[in-house]
């Protein structure tokens, strides 16, 4: 259960890093944006919740549940948040990342 919750909040300050720099990218202020400021500090929250995920968990298994985690989150918030397109490319690559969580899973 505390796997759950680390990786659960690596996960939600990652993708909020990631939204906060969609919205400056868009922004006449770009890197000296609030967004993009923010964004960077979200990206830096992680370490902590990396660090008590690789205390009982090996380094690729962390990365693929996280990496996962987060493509399929972001995928959902770019279709519809940012009403970009979702191509069969898309739909391979979250494949693939599922079946990659299988993989290191059965192994654990």
């Known amino acids: 259960m505390e796997t759950v919750f680390w990786l659960a909040l690596a996960t939600a300050f990652t993708i909020a890093g990631d939204v906060l720099i ?15 400021a923010l964004g960077a500090v979200c990206y830096g929250s992680p370490a902590f919740a990396w660090f008590y995920l690789m205390r009982d968990h090996a380094l690729a298994l962390v990365a693929v549940l996280y990496a996962s985690a987060t493509l399929i989150a972001l995928a959902l918030l770019g279709v519809l948040v940012f009403r970009e397109s979702f191509l069969l490319r898309d739909a391979l690559g979250i494949a693939l990342a599922l079946a990659a969580v299988l993989v290191m899973h059965r192994g654990a």
């Open 22 to 36: 969609k919205i400056a990218s868009a922004s006449p202020t770009g890197l000296t944006s609030w967004g993009f």
